[in-house]
């Protein structure tokens, strides 16, 4: 098992209190799988990702804990998690690809970053990665401004990746680009897991339709907890959660008509996690509530590989 996280809790200092961002997040991640986070905004995948890599000051580590490999990854303590971080478990960041330093060529940027890390890779190694993700070697060369957003996010795929890690958690890479680069960006990431350049892999997105191509397994999560996780033919086909039948529900058909089959979205918001109300927290949303979800449903394996957090699902 390559990555194992048991009651992760995470929150957010903030002037009015602690943000419950994550709030109690189970599940495991096992060598060579790929696994796909969904949900809607807000519901804590960026801080799921950042948390396994670095809290950031407003973050505190409530609790849980984080099984990497064997280790338990220190996570409140920064310094000790430079040993893990980029080495073991490395992260492309959302909105990465439009941070890339505009004024560096990609090559002298992975130098400086190899050197920052005090590792190195040689040339030719490099040249190979690159093509592995369908780049050419003279985007070293190039400034990001001279990359398509899609080459642009496969050379920072190449950066994340370049010391093997166990675990990469790719956040949200394909949301801003067109659908022939996310398959470009999605088969350059696959290829990244076949040739066992990365072990294993978190992949983030809103987008369920996409996710369902790449994952072997989805996890769906609602305000800061895991609503549903299951392989992704049974999550895409026998749903059990509410939530996740919801979001199944709304995705666009290619061919249908408005006036046929008009899209339908999940009304009302998700809760404040600022203090966030005892229960099931999909309950003001849920056309199966009743007064036993006043009570937080517990996660059950309803099947093997299965589990859902809903009175109703069993
Ligand atoms: N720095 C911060 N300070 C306070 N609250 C924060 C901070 N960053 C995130 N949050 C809150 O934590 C929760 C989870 O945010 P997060 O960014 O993890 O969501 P997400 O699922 O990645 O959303 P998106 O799909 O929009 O990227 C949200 O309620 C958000 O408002
Ligand atoms: S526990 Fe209740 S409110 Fe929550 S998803 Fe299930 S039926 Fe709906
Ligand atoms: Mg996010």
């Known amino acids: 098992m390559t990555l194992t996280v048991n009651d992760l809790r995470v929150h957010y200092r903030t002037l009015r209190g602690e943000v419950r961002a994550l709030d109690g997040v189970g599940f495991d991640l096992a060598d060579g799988e790929i696994l796909g986070l969904a949900g809607e905004s807000g519901c804590g995948k960026t801080t799921l990702g950042k948390s396994l890599i670095r809290l950031d000051g407003r973050m505190r580590h ?14 409140s303590d920064d310094r000790a998690m ?3 971080r980029f080495h073991k478990i490395s992260l492309v960041p959302q909105y990465s690809m439009s941070a890339l330093n505009p004024t560096r060529r990609i090559g002298r940027m992975i130098r400086e970053l190899l050197a920052s890390r005090g590792v190195s890779v040689d040339t030719g190694e490099l ?10 070697p003279d985007v070293l060369e190039r400034y990001p401004i001279e990359l398509s957003g ?8 190449v950066i994340s990746t370049l010391l093997d890690p166990s675990v990469l958690i790719a956040d949200e890479v394909t949301s801003a680009l067109d659908v022939s680069n996310q398959q470009a960006v999605v088969g350059a990431l696959r ?3 076949d040739k066992g350049l990365v072990t294993s892999m978190i992949f983030v997105t809103h987008d369920l339709g996409l996710t369902s191509h790449i994952a072997d397994s989805i996890m769906v999560m609602y305000a800061g907890k895991l609503a549903e996780k299951a392989p992704t033919k049974v999550l895409t086909t026998e749903p059990r959660h509410p939530y996740t039948k919801m979001l199944i529900g709304s995705l666009p058909q290619v061919g249908a008509r408005y006036k046929d089959k008009p899209l339908s979205g999940i009304e009302g918001s998700p809760p404040s996690l600022l203090n966030p109300p005892a229960g099931c927290r999909f309950r003001d949303r849920c056309p199966l509530a009743d007064s036993r979800c006043a009570e937080e449903p517990p996660v059950v394996e309803v ?3 299965h589990s859902v957090a809903c009175w109703k699902a069993a």
């Open 62 to 75: 409530a609790g849980g804990t984080v099984t990497l490999d064997g280790d338990e990854l220190p996570l």
């Open 82 to 84: 430079n040993a893990y």
């Open 127 to 136: 040249h190979r990665r690159l093509a592995l993700v369908g780049l050419d």
């Open 150 to 157: 899609g080459m642009k996010q496969r050379a920072v795929m």
């Open 191 to 193: 290829g990244l897991r």
């Open 303 to 305: 099947a093997p590989r």
